[in-house]
Structures are given as structure tokens and as C-alpha cells.
């Protein structure tokens, strides 16, 4: 196999196509298998170059999952490792995980952590990619293929109803909440098909199931609005969180030891009479900012999600149709984080269109599929994963999923 990928490299670097030289922006994305030590760029589903490369040995393990580039220099010197150089960098976490180039490649996992490229090659995709162009890390080797379902969005959905968005649940980013109101642009696209515009930045959206940060978030919501000081909504269980559960504990007669529990999130949401919140959450961030939150919906909860990736790209401007590819990772979940999920049965990445059956599984309201039509360009991309998107994930990243750590 790395064979014939080393022969595959050899005709595509020949027989590129110059736009990738002069600076295209094409929707690529690349494709990394740990186990065949090799790099595939795709367009779609259709490979651009390939090449073989060196992964972390072990104690150094490169971590699996997606990723995007985050950082490119030319001329990078470790600040971890005796200021090793790292010829055209591109990095993938700020906690040090890249691509680059090195004059050591062997056919086996040497690097200690990174992704090591033949320096050639390094040189060549540097020229390809740029800031946001996803990477997906792999165990097996995975390629994406097209994708056709009515749970993804297309642009010509983008239709607002009368009147627009007046209700869509949506909310800001924890990390961005200030208190307000989330006001998001959207382009009504009955007028033109022109104002499908090539130059707007992609949006990088992420399904997973409702965590614990947003179950704390909206129980501080409930409970101010319950004339409980909660402090501020940020998620995290702070003292005046505590003590505002513990006093609405007092005042409804129920044992008073200030925990988060389904019982007490229950009651709260019962004496503000509202209903109990979707078990899913959408996410949608652009130019490595978040944008909004918005709650969804997964059947079959016990049922695993699984990890997948899907990039969309090549949009009809007549028709206001894109394509939509995408690939199953492998999906390593900790027993503990089964258990806090309350996933009993697993999903198989391997098997025939489990993509398409955890699609099917989730359903977005109407008026945020519309609002995600209206922000969708080439190159934006669809995560779906059990786990939320950890730590990796923060200021100046895209949605970082990781399914199997260092």
C-alpha cells in the first residue's frame, strides 16, 4: 500500500493542476492513517497528491480525531523539543500537535506527536492549504464519499419565514455569553442566485449531545428567572450556584444538599412551566469564533452517535445545491463517559451507511436549518460526535474532536 501511494504522489506533484500553485481555494481537506503512515489530500472525493509520512511513536502517540489548520509558518522551531526545526508547519492544536516537514520520514511512527512529511511534499502542500482546511486524523484509512440526505443543509433552504426568525431558540456561545440577545445576519436567497457568494468564510458546525455545561447553564437561567441569584449563566457550578440550589431546595421541601441532580434540573424547569430541553445541542462557529447555540434533537439516545465528519462544497448557483462528503471515524469512548452519556449500545463506524443512520437520527428545528442554509459557503463543514469537542477546542481553533488522545 505505501507503495502505490509513493507512485500516486509521484504523478500528482508532476501533474497538479496550476490553480493549486496559484493560490486556489479549492475545499480541500486531508486525510492522515496512522496505520498506513500516509497523507491523502481529497477534493471531494477525488485525490489530489498523496504521500507517505512518520506519526508519534509510542509515548508520544499522535491523537486522533478532526482538526483543522490553525496556524501555517514557513520557517518553525519547536519550543518543546531542543528547538528542532519544523520547516512549513502547519498546526493543527495549540498544544502542539502539527504537520510539517523533516528530513527523517521512515515508514514507521518516529516523531513525537507531530505529523512529519517528506520535505518536498511538506513544501508543495504548504502552497495548497490555508488557515481553516480540515484534517482528519485516522487509525484506518478512511475517504470520504458523497453524501446525499435531507438532515444536511443546502443554501437554497434559506427561505426565512413570516416573520423571520422571530423565535429561533438560539443562544450565544458559552464562551461568549454576555447576558444579550444572539443576532445572526441571514440572507433571504429567493432574490438571486448570485448572492450565493464564493468569498464568504465557511462555517464549521458540530452536533453532539447535550453536555453538562449547558444542563448548568439553563438550570442558573431557570433559577434567576425563579428569583434565585444564581450568579452569572456561564455553566459552572459556582457558590452562588450552589446556594441558589440550595434555596430553592428549602422552598419546594425537598432534601437540601445543593447538587445538580436530574431530579432537581426536573423540578426547576416544572415550577418555571417549561418544558425539559432537547438531549442534543448544534453549534455553529465561523473564522474560529462561535456563533450561536441551538438545541436538537437525537432519537435512539442509547444508541452511540459515532464520529463523522462531512465538508461541504461545489454549489450549483443555479440550483442552490451543493455536495455534501463525508467519512466515520473510529469512535473510542471511555466506559465512565458511556455511562455519563447513557450509552448502552455502540455504533460500528464499518458499518454500511452508518452515516446516513445517525443522520437520520437527528432532527433540527425548521427555522435553524434555515438560519444554517442561509450561512452556508464551499468549505463549511458538519461534525457529529457523542463527546463534546473538549479542551482542544477554544479561542482561535474550529471545532477540535478528538477520538482517541496521545
Known amino acids: 500500500m505505501r507503495f502505490t501511494l509513493s507512485i500516486g504522489l509521484a504523478v500528482l506533484i508532476v501533474s497538479a493542476p496550476s490553480a493549486f500553485a496559484a493560490g486556489a481555494k479549492a475545499p480541500l481537506q486531508i486525510v492522515v492513517s496512522r496505520q498506513q503512515q500516509s497523507l491523502v489530500v481529497y477534493d471531494g472525493d477525488t485525490i489530489v497528491a498523496t504521500s507517505n509520512v512518520s506519526t508519534g511513536k509510542r509515548g508520544h502517540t499522535t491523537p486522533t480525531g478532526i482538526f483543522s489548520i490553525i496556524e501555517k509558518r514557513r520557517h518553525h522551531r519547536s519550543n518543546i523539543y531542543s528547538n528542532a526545526p519544523m520547516p512549513f508547519m502547519q498546526r493543527l492544536t495549540w498544544s502542539g500537535i502539527a504537520l510539517h516537514g523533516s528530513n527523517h520520514v521512515p515508514d514507521y511512527p518516529a516523531s513525537h506527536g507531530c505529523v512529519r512529511l517528506p520535505g518536498k511534499f511538506a513544501a508543495g502542500l504548504f502552497k495548497m492549504t490555508e488557515r481553516g482546511m480540515h484534517v482528519v486524523i485516522s487509525d484506518?484509512?478512511?475517504?470520504?464519499?458523497?453524501?446525499?440526505?435531507?438532515?444536511?443543509?443546502?443554501?437554497?433552504?434559506?427561505?426565512?419565514?413570516?416573520?423571520?426568525?422571530?423565535?429561533?431558540p438560539l443562544r450565544p456561545a458559552l464562551s461568549h455569553f454576555d447576558g444579550g440577545s444572539v443576532e445572526v445576519a441571514m440572507t433571504d436567497r429567493r432574490a438571486s442566485p448570485a448572492l450565493l457568494d464564493d468569498d464568504r468564510a465557511p462555517i464549521r458546525i458540530l452536533i453532539t449531545r447535550r453536555g453538562t455545561r449547558e444542563t448548568m447553564r439553563d438550570l442558573q437561567m431557570l433559577l434567576a428567572t425563579l428569583g434565585y441569584d444564581a450568579g452569572a449563566p456561564d455553566g459552572q457550578g459556582g457558590p452562588m450556584t450552589l446556594a441558589a440550589i440550595r434555596a430553592f431546595?428549602?422552598?419546594?421541601?425537598?432534601?437540601?444538599?445543593?447538587?445538580?441532580?436530574?431530579?432537581?434540573?426536573?423540578?426547576?424547569?416544572?415550577?418555571?412551566?417549561?418544558d425539559m430541553p432537547s438531549n442534543g445541542v448544534l453549534r455553529v462557529r465561523r473564522d474560529f469564533q462561535p456563533l450561536f447555540e441551538a438545541d436538537v434533537t437525537i432519537e435512539e439516545a442509547e444508541l452511540a452517535l459515532g464520529t463523522h465528519f462531512l465538508q461541504f462544497q461545489d454549489t450549483d448557483m443555479a440550483s442552490g445545491q451543493g455536495k455534501w462528503f463525508g467519512m466515520s471515524l473510529d469512535n473510542a469512548l471511555s466506559k465512565a463517559t458511556k455511562n455519563r452519556l447513557g450509552i448502552t449500545n455502540d455504533t460500528d463506524p464499518m458499518e454500511f451507511n452508518a452515516l446516513q443512520r445517525t443522520l437520520n437520527r437527528i432532527t433540527v428545528p425548521e427555522d435553524v436549518r434555515r438560519l444554517i442554509a442561509g450561512l452556508l459557503a464551499d468549505g463549511s463543514s458538519l461534525s457529529i460526535s457523542d463527546a463534546d469537542s473538549g479542551l482542544e477546542t477554544g479561542e482561535g481553533t474550529d471545532f477540535v474532536t478528538i477520538t482517541r488522545a496521545r
Open 140 to 168: 484506518r484509512q478512511v475517504r470520504p464519499v458523497e453524501i446525499v440526505s435531507t438532515t444536511l443543509f443546502q443554501p437554497n433552504q434559506a427561505r426565512p419565514p413570516e416573520p423571520p426568525l422571530s423565535d429561533v
Open 249 to 274: 431546595q428549602t422552598a419546594e421541601g425537598m432534601p437540601v444538599d445543593g447538587r445538580a441532580t436530574p431530579e432537581l434540573v426536573e423540578a426547576v424547569y416544572r415550577k418555571a412551566g417549561r
